[in-house]
């Protein structure tokens, strides 16, 4: 498509009512990719539950509430159809089909960027949060921080790899874990978790353990766990120990936002063992219940954050895609449906991913 075909106005879904779960579909002004930005004709976009806690003004952590007429969104797919000034030379090209995530762009500058903690730079631009999410037919974003999409991959399967997948990747990565080694992913048959036991399980050969709700058994077994057990269950550490031979996991992943989970992690993992923290919960910060630290010294442990990948992370988990090791689970919905996809997510009701088409 050419700039002189983009059409004045184009359609988006928007927070109405930051707070509740609520959306509404409007029609927006055509924006103009400012320098060093493109602009980006998108296709599809997944729903995550980040965005449930950002439209909600459940995380409290965040340094400001969401503000109403937001566009949320950050697991964007589509082409570029403009160039703005200074991207001559970016790389990025007129047709090319490039992903937008949870981070649409970093100042490269900071310490925490020349450190490769992209999550933390002190000037990140948040998709879906005080910056144009994917929940809309057209955006622009920095053409240094896109993502260029495997020819292998549909648009439409590969949209949550750019948040669940790269930060799933990314969880995997830092626990330094070895082919062979046990893993208890918590949350294993989430949006994040069925994609986080995939990596585990397929591209890096760990023995994983996938805890969740009995109802996803059969996703977190065919994910390629190894073992599930059930979280409701009061004999969670006695399975897990005798599983591993009576030491405990090597590392704990909490893919889940439950703070529970991660007073559990403490009892599951073996001496020497690592905690990665993704799963971010919701309401009011409360501290781990039980992480005393005569039993963290006792144990040798060791607790790793983890927010979201960097670039590389990201072209790293869509090369295990365009390589068929890893596969999203998802079904396709339309944009005006999703008040609704919010609710089910709220409520418990998704198994896997859900795509919005934007066509």
């Not at 889940?256 to 990665?276: C, K, M, P, S, W």
Request: hydrophobic share 40%; with cysteine.
């Amino acid at each position: 498509m050419a700039s002189t075909d983009l059409p004045a106005k184009y359609k988006a879904a928007i927070y109405d009512e930051p707070g509740k779960i609520s959306t509404k579909v409007v029609e927006l002004d055509m924006p103009e990719p400012a320098s060093g930005d493109v602009l980006i004709k998108l296709t599809h976009t997944g729903v995550c539950g980040s965005d449930l806690g950002l439209m909600t003004n459940r995380w409290r952590h965040m340094p400001v509430p969401t503000a109403a007429g937001q566009v949320g969104g950050h697991e964007g797919i589509g082409h570029v159809v403009k160039l703005g000034p200074g991207t001559e030379n970016s790389g990025v090209k007129v047709g090319d089909r490039v992903g937008i995530k949870w981070l649409a762009g970093i100042c490269g500058s900071c310490q925490p960027c020349l450190n490769g903690y992209d999550a933390a730079c002190e000037r990140q631009k948040i998709s879906g949060f005080y910056w144009p999410g994917t929940f809309q037919q057209y955006v622009t974003s920095p053409a240094n921080y896109v993502t260029p999409i495997p020819d292998e991959v549909s648009s439409e399967a590969v949209a949550p790899l750019l948040c669940a997948g790269v930060t799933a990747y990314s969880a995997l990565r830092k626990t330094n874990l070895k082919s062979g080694q046990w893993v208890v992913l918590m949350g294993a048959g989430g949006g994040l978790g069925h994609l986080a036991t995939q990596i585990a399980a397929r591209g890096i050969g760990l023995r994983v353990i996938g805890i969740d709700s009995g109802s996803k058994r059969e996703l977190v077994l065919e994910s390629g766990a190894e073992h599930f057990l059930d979280f409701s269950s009061k004999d969670i550490v006695k399975e897990v120990t005798e599983i591993t031979g009576g030491l405990g996991a090597h590392a704990v992943v909490v893919l889940t936002n439950a703070n529970g989970a991660y007073a559990a992690a403490i009892d599951l993992v073996r001496v020497g063992g690592t905690i990665t923290c993704v799963g971010i919960p919701e309401g009011d910060m409360l501290p781990i219940a039980n992480a005393f630290p005569q039993i963290l010294i006792g144990k040798s442990l060791k607790i790793i954050g983890v927010a979201v990948g960097n670039r590389q992370e990201a072209i790293e988990t869509l090369d295990l895609a365009a390589r068929g090791i890893i596969k999203t689970h998802y079904v396709v919905d339309k944009l005006e449906n999703l008040t609704q996809i919010f609710q089910n997510m709220h409520d418990g009701k998704l198994n896997g991913r859900v795509v919005l088409d934007l066509q």
